[in-house]
T-cell receptor, first 112, second 118 residues
Framework: QQQVKQSPQSLIVQKGGISIINCAYE??????FPWYQQFPGKGPALLIA?????SEKKEGRFTISFNKSAKQFSLHIMDSQPGDSATYFC???????????FGTGTRLKVLA | GAVVSQHPSRVICKSGTSVKIECRSL??????MFWYRQFPKQSLMLMAT?????????EQGVEKDKFLINHASLTLSTLTVTSAHPEDSSFYIC??????????????FGEGSWLTVV
């Protein structure tokens, strides 16, 4: 119930393409869903986040789509660039806490 | 923006010794900080929640006597790995929640600390 399942484990996309990463959860008590980007040897950096009362949120080239009934959410990176090559983690936070449960991560490589 | 700083960024210690990692919130107060451990090519696993002025809350399976956490001020939490062993070698990352109302649920992460036990 506390798990957040993330797929795919790795992803290769051509420059200019769309990168799509998916996450699914079981616990309906989760109420905050951020996405983090992590470069090797660095801490994770917040990209974008969404709450369950919104079905989509867009910030620049990054969009979160949220399906509350299916308990799934996804990250779309439009016009993917080589500089986007990193590991991406979805996460979920329990209502009333700031504890994050992280997905297993997706290693994205964008080919030039 | 909010910044969380960790020190040291890299540390090598001998097996059996203890090592301390600091986590500071630089421009905000953080009643609550979190410590994560990340093994190579794996996800972040929450170890414990550090509460200012009170005992830390440890996740299941994390030895509280081995990973000592102290949150003595609103801007500093420390993680001490006691009697370190090579299997404790990992990337340790802290995060902090800003007490500012405008921050919402946002958590700010530090840059991480690489621990190598030889």
């Amino acid at each position: 119930q506390q798990q957040v399942k993330q797929s795919p484990q790795s992803l290769i996309v051509q420059k200019g393409g769309i990168s799509i990463i998916n996450c699914a959860y079981e616990n309906t008590a989760f109420d905050y869903f951020p996405w983090y980007q992590q470069f090797p040897g660095k801490g994770p950096a917040l990209l974008i986040a969404i709450r369950p009362d919104v079905s989509e949120k867009k910030e620049g080239r990054f969009t979160i789509s949220f399906n509350k009934s299916a308990k799934q959410f996804s990250l779309h990176i439009m016009d993917s660039q080589p500089g986007d090559s990193a590991t991406y983690f979805c996460a979920a936070s329990l209502s009333g806490t700031y504890k994050y449960i992280f997905g297993t991560g997706t290693r994205l490589k964008v080919l030039a | 923006g909010a910044v969380v700083s960790q020190h040291p960024s890299r540390v090598i210690c001998k097996s059996g010794t203890s090592v301390k990692i600091e986590c500071r919130s630089l421009d905000f107060q953080a009643t609550t900080m979190f410590w994560y451990r990340q093994f190579p090519k794996q996800s972040l696993m929450l170890m414990a929640t550090s509460n200012e002025g009170s005992k830390a809350t440890y996740e299941q399976g994390v030895e509280k006597d081995k990973f000592l956490i102290n949150h003595a001020s609103l801007t500093l939490s420390t993680l001490t790995v006691t009697s370190a062993h090579p299997e404790d070698s990992s990337f340790y990352i802290c995060s902090a929640h800003s007490d500012r109302p405008s921050s919402g649920n946002t958590i700010y992460f530090g840059e991480g600390s690489w621990l190598t036990v030889v």
